[in-house]
């Protein structure tokens, strides 16, 4: 009998440790976001930005539905859903993979933009390679356009 109660006042005590943990990390988290950041000669913090960014996807996920294009693909909430998705990979898993410190403009317009484009993009990769007729017809428009500017840029076409 004593072991149980032991184990149980041992699993109390790293409940209590990993709850004060976890509180700390909250608080540190917070700290960081209340930071002031300058930005068009005001000084708020930090989360302001985010909160911003947040709902500049769900603004862009809500333009990319009035596309002819995201109108005949799919369910409009199962469309919407994508285009949120999108925006939120593109704005904050995408931009800090290839930049170490974007700045809240680049974040915010990333957001927006990832919402609104990155979904129609996507359909149309997916459409793209999904049709194999479709795929042989752009990848001769490309060739055609490349050779294109390459007879520009080298003097064969004046």
Do not use: C
């Not at 913090?45 to 911003?52: C, K, Q, R, S």
């Not at 919402?115 to 060739?143: H, W």
């Amino acid at each position: 009998m004593p072991d149980k109660y032991y184990s149980a006042v041992q699993t109390t005590k790293l409940l209590a440790l990993s709850g004060s943990g976890t509180v700390i990390s909250a608080v540190s988290v917070m700290v960081q976001l209340n930071e002031p950041h300058t930005f068009l000669y005001l000084s708020l913090p930090y989360w302001y930005f985010l909160v911003a960014t947040i709902l500049l996807v769900f603004v862009g996920a809500g333009l990319a539905m009035t596309n002819d294009y995201m109108k005949k693909q799919g369910t409009f909430w199962g469309n919407l859903l994508l285009a949120i998705v999108v925006g939120f990979i593109i704005s904050f898993v995408i931009l800090p993979a290839i930049n170490d410190k974007p700045t809240v403009v680049i974040m915010m317009l990333t957001a927006f933009f990832g919402g609104l484009l990155g979904t129609i993009f996507l359909r149309m990769i997916l459409e793209l390679s999904a049709d194999d007729d479709l795929k042989v017809g752009v990848q001769s428009i490309v060739k055609n356009l490349i050779l294109k500017w390459i007879n520009r840029f080298s003097g064969g076409d004046k």
